[in-house]
């Protein structure tokens, strides 16, 4: 079922393939889709779920540099702000996804090991991971082939792009172990909820307290 190689090769290919398209011709992945890990075409529903999560990603990296354009309005600033946490409530709700997959395909299987030592980290949040590594080998490597960049940026950069290759080849193989030794029932993990606030009308008082100001206005 899981890949760490497939899973960084899928997530460089899209990398490449959403950058050489104007924004008007990505296509839409967002709409509601049935991930059932019993299904007979359960690795392509799999792979769907990781290029779902690492979009996710991907548009907030470049919602995130609208940010820091210089001369940016207070206005543009402000509609920024909302669609990062929109895209990163989606990433964070994306992982939880991929770990439910992940656990419903093991549950049939009677694994993880309920009594094997836990991993403190998940398989999804280890993919997040790793997507954010592509996008950053994706623009490292850019700059590195900038023409226009300044003396010493190609070399900066050149050895930037060693740095996040090494952390990515070790994060992939750490992935790789972690499924096998569950497979092998030497080793569990959980899902672990980011039960994020920020967005939520009834958690964040940012917003529950403007929501009663207004009331008792009107």
């Not at 895209?87 to 939880?96: G, H, S």
């Amino acid at each position: 079922m899981l890949s760490a190689n497939d899973i960084v090769q899928l997530q460089d290919r899209q990398t490449t393939a959403w950058h050489n398209l104007p924004s008007a011709q990505l296509e839409d992945i967002w709409l509601d889709v049935v991930l059932d890990p019993l299904a007979s075409d359960c690795r392509e529903a799999w792979l769907s779920a990781v290029r779902r999560q690492h979009r996710a990603n991907f548009e907030l990296w470049h919602i995130e540099d609208e940010a820091r354009r210089p001369g940016a309005a207070d206005s543009e600033l402000a509609s920024v702000k909302r669609r990062v946490d929109h895209t990163n409530q989606r990433r964070n709700d994306l992982v939880e996804a991929l770990d439910r997959f992940l656990l419903a395909w093991l549950e049939a299987k009677r694994l993880p090991d309920p009594l094997a030592p836990l991993h403190s980290e998940s398989p999804g949040l280890i993919i997040d991971r790793l997507s954010i590594l592509s996008l950053k080998i994706y623009h490292t490597l850019e700059e590195a082939e900038r023409p226009d960049a300044p003396a010493g940026h190609a070399e900066r950069n050149r050895g930037r792009l060693g740095i996040l290759e090494e952390q990515r080849g070790d994060l992939a193989a750490c992935l790789e172990t972690l499924w096998q030794q569950t497979l092998a029932g030497a080793r569990r993990f959980k899902l672990y909820r980011q039960l994020k606030m920020y967005n939520d009308p009834s958690l964040n008082p940012a917003i529950y307290a403007s929501s009663a100001g207004k009331s008792v206005e009107a």
